[in-house]
């Protein structure tokens, strides 16, 4: 597969998402909560904003390895990387968004809003809608008819190193 289309296909998929499942782990915890995205590049490269007195910030200091995931009812991905914590007020004001001011009811002076840079370094996908869910619906009732499991292609599938 094309490494280029794999990482467009994988864009795609999550590239309508606003939250995502973010998972940090310690030695002995693995730790899953959903993160508003601030934003997302081609790289699958990721801004989330969190609160520098949550315990993410200590979970991230210990492994700064991280997971993301993605999912809907026919869209799913998962996203390997790494996480740094940043407290770069002028990226802050560029990737605010009014609805965070829930969580930092100072706005985006708030002293505890901090951003997690997500840098990426593999994926994985699965697309099932649209036309993609069709082929499968399609390709799935043929291996079911023959008692086989069904085939997948790389814009249904794919594993992608970013």
């Not at 030695?27 to 315990?55: E, F, K, Q, W």
């Not at 990387?81 to 007020?89: A, K, P, Q, S, Y």
Request: glycine share 6%.
């Amino acid at each position: 597969m094309d490494t280029n289309n794999g990482r467009n296909n994988l864009h795609e998929v999550v590239d309508e998402f606003d939250v995502a499942m973010l998972v940090t782990h310690t030695a002995t915890t693995i730790h899953a909560r959903p993160m508003a995205i601030a934003c997302l590049d081609d790289g699958m490269g990721a801004y989330l904003v969190t609160d520098i007195n949550s315990i993410k910030v200590d979970e991230i200091s210990v492994n700064p390895r991280a997971l993301l995931t993605f999912q809907s009812a026919r869209k799913f991905a998962s996203v390997s990387g790494e996480l740094t914590v940043l407290h770069e007020r002028q990226l802050i004001e560029k990737l605010w968004k009014e609805a965070w001011k829930l969580w930092f009811p100072q706005g985006k002076s708030d002293p505890d809003i901090a951003l997690l840079k997500f840098t990426a370094y593999e994926g994985e996908y699965w697309d099932n809608a649209g036309m993609q869910g069709l082929k499968y619906v399609y390709d799935a009732a043929k291996a079911y008819l023959v008692g086989e499991t069904p085939k997948t292609d790389a814009a249904q599938h794919a594993k992608v190193s970013l």
